[in-house]
């Protein structure tokens, strides 16, 4: 299918929330800088509620929106409903995320309240864009159907986290740390993970050139995938015993491995046979998602250090496998964006850059061994405990978060597109 470029978003609208996602790392690791070691004891101190939030809210959901908003017109046929309401969305979605985290930080409630009602309103706006844009429905594409299951969830999680603030406020009922959990499972498995299996199924085949792979489990894992979340962030609210919350885990885990599964068949099954920047996250964050699966049936079991185990398997799943998953897919999105809206209408007609022209293989891989690096490490110094560490490895993930935001805005700054021409407000990605 070839898309043209009339019936794509704007460029100016997508690129934003790509560049902007970085940031949020950084945020989030200056939260955990600001952390000391009460964090060992209790994964719900407010300086790591911060980076959660930072890390989720921020730099995860703005990757996961802009993906949305650019995937959904471009390979699925469908529309924003407003490019108007989109920008809107952008602004307040910054701008409920940035004031959260240092609200929460501080434990200020009502701040945090203003600033829930700005996340929400943002995700109800995105899901009204994101609606036509994926033409919501649970038949065609696998990402469709997956990215149309995971907005039902990303609207429960947003309306489920407004009332925990306004209980913090207001005393409605107490906030167990099993209602916690299953409040952050409804985020992390529901959203974020549905909604990173759905992006991958559409965008390794088409990057790595692997249209002859047949993925088996598209259906079951999201099917597994769904289920289990429901039954099991409701089981979890009950703060049951820890032979229930390992099989809650163990269905947590089944629908992403066969997800991964699939995602090993396209790697083997690939055209493209250099490594590119893609393949190599697709196969880190496939690792990332091994060392997940098992720190989260030792958090689930609850038997050593549970609150460092709690933190490294966040920090695994978070950073790790989704985190790991977006910044290579960046890599591929915004030059191919950058390079429609800039050079598509001069090709043929006179020397343009090639696609590989507009990125460094260097800069690329150091952004994504820097990443990778700091968050293994990361998750190792929580598991030993160290304070030290744990402030030398969030330094350094903060570090690749900057160096992943310069990284695209120089893509960007040293390719406008031309002044007046149609092209500086269309872009696509086709196949």
């Known amino acids: 299918?070839?898309?043209?470029?009339?019936?794509?978003?704007?460029?100016?609208?997508?690129?934003?929330?790509?560049?902007?996602?970085?940031?949020?790392?950084?945020?989030?690791?200056?939260?955990?800088?600001?952390t000391g070691g009460e964090m060992f004891l209790s994964s719900s101190v407010p300086g790591m509620v911060a980076a959660t939030h930072a890390s989720v809210l921020g730099w995860l959901t703005l990757s996961i929106m802009g993906a949305i908003y650019q995937l959904g017109p471009a390979t699925m046929g469908g529309r924003l409903w407003s490019v108007g309401v989109a920008r809107t969305q952008f602004v307040l979605h910054v701008s409920g995320v940035v004031i959260f985290v240092i609200a929460v930080e501080r434990w200020d409630v009502a701040w945090m309240s203003i600033a829930g009602s700005l996340v929400l309103t943002s995700f109800l706006l995105f899901a009204t864009n994101a609606v036509t844009a994926v033409?919501?429905?649970?038949r065609g594409q696998a990402a469709r159907r997956y990215f149309s299951v995971a907005l039902g969830f990303l609207l429960a999680v947003g309306m489920l986290g407004i009332t925990y603030v306004g209980t913090l406020e207001h005393a409605w009922f107490p906030i167990t740390m099993g209602r916690l959990a299953g409040h952050a499972h409804l985020g992390l498995i529901g959203w974020l993970a549905l909604a990173v299996m759905g992006a991958s199924y559409q965008?390794?085949?088409?990057?790595?050139?692997?249209?002859?792979?047949?993925?088996?489990?598209?259906?079951?894992?999201?099917?597994?995938?769904?289920?289990?979340?429901?039954?099991?962030?409701?089981?979890?609210?009950?703060?049951?015993?820890?032979?229930?919350?390992?099989?809650?885990?163990?269905?947590?885990?089944?629908?992403?491995l066969l997800w991964a599964a699939d995602m090993l068949a396209f790697v083997r099954l690939r055209a493209r046979r250099t490594p590119d920047i893609q393949l190599r996250g697709t196969v880190v964050s496939l690792a990332f998602l091994g060392v997940t699966v098992v720190l989260g049936l030792l958090a689930a079991w609850g038997g050593w250090e549970p609150a460092r185990v709690q933190v490294a398997y966040a920090v695994a799943g978070?950073?790790?496998?989704?985190?790991?998953?977006?910044?290579?897919?960046?890599?591929?999105?915004?030059?191919?964006?950058?390079?429609?809206?800039?050079?598509?209408?001069?090709?043929?007609?006179?020397?343009?850059?090639?696609?590989?022209?507009?990125?460094?293989?260097?800069?690329?891989?150091?952004?994504?061994?820097?990443?990778?690096?700091?968050?293994?490490?990361?998750?190792?110094?929580?598991?030993?405990?160290?304070?030290?560490?744990?402030?030398?490895?969030?330094?350094?993930?903060?570090?690749?978060?900057?160096?992943?935001f310069l990284a695209l805005l120089a893509i960007v700054v040293r390719h406008p597109a031309p002044r007046g021409s149609a092209s500086a407000f269309q872009g696509g990605v086709s196949r």
């Open 135 to 138: 033409r919501w429905s649970l």
């Open 318 to 404: 978070i950073a790790g496998w989704a985190g790991t998953t977006l910044v290579a897919n960046s890599f591929k999105i915004v030059p191919f964006l950058v390079w429609f809206s800039r050079y598509r209408s001069e090709a043929g007609v006179r020397p343009v850059p090639m696609l590989a022209d507009l990125t460094s293989p260097l800069v690329m891989n150091t952004v994504l061994a820097v990443h990778g690096g700091s968050t293994a490490f990361l998750s190792i110094a929580i598991l030993l405990g160290n304070l030290n560490l744990v402030h030398t490895a969030a330094a350094l993930l903060g570090l690749s978060g900057a160096a992943h």
């Open 203 to 256: 965008v390794v085949p088409m990057f790595q050139l692997s249209h002859t792979a047949k993925p088996r489990f598209e259906t079951p894992a999201l099917i597994v995938t769904s289920v289990a979340t429901v039954i099991g962030v409701t089981w979890l609210m009950t703060d049951p015993n820890s032979t229930i919350r390992i099989l809650i885990a163990l269905a947590f885990a089944a629908g992403p």
């Open 1 to 34: 299918m070839n898309v043209t470029g009339r019936e794509l978003p704007p460029v100016s609208l997508v690129v934003p929330f790509f560049i902007a996602a970085p940031l949020a790392l950084l945020l989030a690791s200056i939260a955990i800088l600001r």
